[in-house]
């Protein structure tokens, strides 16, 4: 089985660009999710490149509820 995100090395032939800033340049035009990490590096799962259903995040806690 394949790593779950793309490698540099595989960034840059997707996008053509070896700056960090240029790339998610690309990744925005392209269109593909993707996220920037702590050191600025765009990460991009190998699902969005394969077209693969991508499971959203859930984007905040909300409570469970009880005996609803």
């Known amino acids: 089985m394949s790593e779950t995100f793309l490698s540099t090395n595989e960034l ?11 790339q998610v340049e690309a990744l925005r035009r392209m269109g593909l999710p993707f996220f920037v990490n702590a050191c600025g590096r765009p990460i991009v799962t190998r699902a969005a490149v394969e077209g693969r259903k991508v499971d959203q995040a ?7 509820v009880v005996g609803a």
Request: charged share 30%.
């Open 58 to 64: 859930r984007s905040g806690w909300s409570p469970l």
């Open 12 to 22: 840059v032939v997707l996008t053509g660009r070896k700056l960090k800033s240029k």
